[in-house]
Structures are given as structure tokens and as C-alpha cells.
């Protein structure tokens, strides 16, 4: 432990929102992952700019999470402060059509918001696991709908330790990209501009959507969700169940059954299963179609 650091940390974080040799399989989806050396839950924007600041004056190693349901942690865990912003900054208001969320608000909790306030657009994202920071780093979407379909602005923090506002459109959202990861932004809140509608007839909708999940994902195993992009031109689970790989197992690690495009910690896996699976995926839908399969699932 770096003492000055976790001093310091100290000064600036209540203790409670601070725990060291954290086992992060508590905080990811998967359900596997080593301990962080700290694991940091701030309760506002200056606790969050604090906590990055410290660590890079102290050379500490850090990563931002959320919900941790697109995250595999490695089974040694993570050198350094793992930074939550989840429950703590998950605030929700709306103003007219106007929703506005702090990063840490789970996206279906968002959309059900909307709902409650007669507001369509956001249907889509009822059914996705993470929260609005992930959301909006990777453009989440499903079912036809994107973040970058409702998105107006998001607040950072900069490269500088700066709070910022940053527009829709500076964010060059594409298919499961945003430029948050390479300009280094941490995503703090998120404005999005929904429609007027009739409540029953969304929330009708989004009760539609979520029968549609329970019926074709495995939801009832821990997983990070879709494990693949869609290659262009195909769709991951058809190759993956074509090259034979559907119920293909490494360790307590599995290719769902019920979808070819999830991998699931079906029985006690450890993130080496995971990882094994993944790679042994790719290699063979590779080997069998020359389609290069990439990961839509973050590994720290």
C-alpha cells in the first residue's frame, strides 16, 4: 500500500467510501476477478476529479467503472484504485423532454424515468445491465435504438482534471464507439432530448422488449452481456453457433446455449476460463469463415 496516497485519499473521501484488497468478482457482472489494491466510491464530481488527481500525482494505476456488466477483471485482480461511480452519483431529473442523469444512474432505471414521465425514445435501453456512463462511452443500443439517438451533451472531466461539457456530436458516436476512451474523458452526466408519447403505450414496449430478453439471452448465468461486436456484414452468434462452438465449454466458462453471442459463467468459472473461451472462439470462427470476431467486453 502506498501510504501517502491512501492518506491523502483519505483527506479528500469519507473512509467508507474507500476499501482495499477489494475482490472486484463482488462488483463486475461475470462474477470473476482478483482483488484492486483500492476500490473508491465518490459521492460528487470533486470527490471523483480528487480521486484522479491522487492517483496520478502518486503514479497510482486507475480505471473507472460503473455497474461492471462489460468488464473482465484477470484473476490476479487490479494493481491499483478501481474508481465506482455507481450508486453514489445516480441521480435521475427530467425537465419537459429533457432527461438528465448522473453517470452512475443504471440505464434501465433511466428509461423507466422517461416512462413514468410519458417520455419515448429511450424504450431501447430498458433492458441494458449498465449504467449511463457506460451507456454513453461505448453508445450502447439494442433493438433498433442508440445513445447517440437521444444524446444532447455529456459533463467530464478532461485530461486536465477539468469538469467540461462536451456535445453530442463532438463525441463521434458510432457502433459501439465514442472517442470518451481516447480523449480520456470520465463521463460524470448525460442530457438526452426524448418525445412526447402515452405512457401505456411505452411502457407496453419496453414490457415487449424484456419478454423478447428473457426468451433469447441467458439471464439467468452471470455474463457481461453480448460478448462480441457484430462483424460487418455477419452477426457473432450465427458464425460462433455455425462453427459448431454453441455449449462449448472451458472450465466453469460456456457459449449460451440459449445464444451463441454470450459467454457465461455457467459453474464457478474463473476470468482465466473466460479469457480461454473468448480466444478459443475467435481462433476457430476465424479459422472456419476468416472473420476476425472482436470483443465488445472490456479486460482489465
Known sequence: MNKDFFEQLNAKIDSDNIKTNEQMKEHITFRVGGPADYYITPNSNEQIVS???????????????GNGSNLIVRDEGFRGAIIEIGTNMSEITVEGNTVTAQAGAILAKVAVSAMENSLTGMEFAHGIPGTLGGAVTMNAGAYGGEMKDILVSVQVINDDGEIITVAANDLKLGYRYSVVPKE??????????????????IKETMAELSAKRREKQPLEYPSAGSTFKRPEGYFAGKLIEDAGLKGYAVGGAMVSKKHSGFVINYDGATAEDILTLIDNVREKVYEQFGVELETEVKVL
Open 51 to 65: 480521486a484522479i488527481k491522487l492517483c496520478k500525482k502518486y503514479d497510482v494505476p486507475f480505471y473507472i467503472i
Open 184 to 201: 480520456h474523458y470520465v463521463v460524470l452526466s448525460a442530457t438526452m432530448q426524448l418525445k412526447e408519447g402515452d405512457k401505456e403505450a
